[in-house]
């Protein structure tokens, strides 16, 4: 059970951006810091980009005083524009498109939480609201505690309470959502009203997405039973249960629209794509033949493209056979891309399909891009055509851009070291 901690004040806590159609690349003036909430205006909490370029870095982001932090956390913004890196002394807001560094927050241990480190950042598209969870072997707030952080204040304005440890958080512009080792609390943003929680197997890797698109949310997480997901359609209150896979569920990801889930399982072989309105299978696709373990999985904005990271030391890109005309927003998103008929790279001997194993028959990648093992990498794809971005933990950023037609390895087009910018820049 979740205890619930308000804002101090009704008048510091903003509401999420009331445009039901935002633009996440436009940044517009902050909220007064004094401004109550009211649901009748058009109040906005992003912050303006004067106030996030390389000249305005504050006094405590000397990055002499931290030379060598140790990531804790690195996750994309909602529309990989952005990623956000936790770090045991603070963190870090980056830009994707061009690659820079946006803005760093390090602690000293006694600015009110004791500690330094920070385990979960979830950005709010490029917002100046973060989401932020304590995390390392010391600490900046307990690891129980979601807190609620305005950049434009540079202090926390609400936090969330828990009985247990947060795995992790998602955000969307009205919801907070906490998840917990077997449990999910989702929230109302403008007031942090609980408003349904969720039984799950045990998630200690704090498996959970949301759509984002305004007015309709979808929610996915593991369900109760080894192997399957739980799908939450809020707007037509109904609870769709898949069983995607025999082992249990690694790793997925959701379209923005929520219409379409892809899933993979702790053998890391296969990743399967779902329709999340009735559950029924669409496509499967093989990273290998060899067990791994499926660090990140992404949608292109079309829904054209899969991208897989492993602990195999290499991404994959996969075509998907999804009519992306169907799939809403992303339509106008991806209108100026060709439809390629692009060939998948299907084993030759698929026509003994009921003969041969399914391996014979799969699905394999297009496009792949060979990376150091022994690390591990998150990935999505970047805002320009045929593009994915790739983050690891030891720092690393990639860019690398992938052939439609022909396919093969990718081209890398960045790469740089943002926990070591003096070696890359």
Known sequence: MATLSPPSSSASWPLPPSDPNPNPN???????PNSPPSA??????????SEYNDDSVPPNADPTRFPAPTLLHLSFN???GCFSAGTDHGFRIYNCDPFREIFRRDFC????????GIG???MLFRCNILALV???PDPQYPPNKVMIWDDHQTRCIGELSFRSEVKSVRLRRDRIVAILLQKIFVYNFADLKLLHQIETIANPKGLCEVSQLSGSMVLVCPGLLKGQVRVEHYNSKRTKFIMAHDSRIACFALTQDGRLLATSSSKGTLVRIFNTLDGTSLQEVRRGADR????SVAFSSSAQWLAVSSDKGTVHVFSLKVDS????????RSSSEPNLSVPSAVSSLSFMKGVLPRYFSSEWSVAQFRLHEGSQYIVAFGHQKNTVVILGMDGSFYRCQFDPVAGGEMTQLEYYNFLKPEETF
Do not use: N
């Not at 241990?109 to 330094?116: K, N």
């Not at 791994?292 to 660090?295: L, S, V």
């Open 78 to 80: 909602q529309d990989h």
């Open 134 to 136: 304590g995390g390392g």
């Open 26 to 32: 436009f940044l517009s003036p902050p909220v007064a």
């Open 325 to 332: 005309g169907s799939l809403g927003s992303d339509r106008s």
């Open 40 to 49: 009748s205006s058009s109040q906005t909490i992003d912050l303006p980009e």
């Open 292 to 295: 791994a373990e499926i660090y």
């Open 109 to 116: 241990g006694d600015d009110g939480g004791g500690g330094t």
């Open 120 to 122: 979960v950042v979830e």
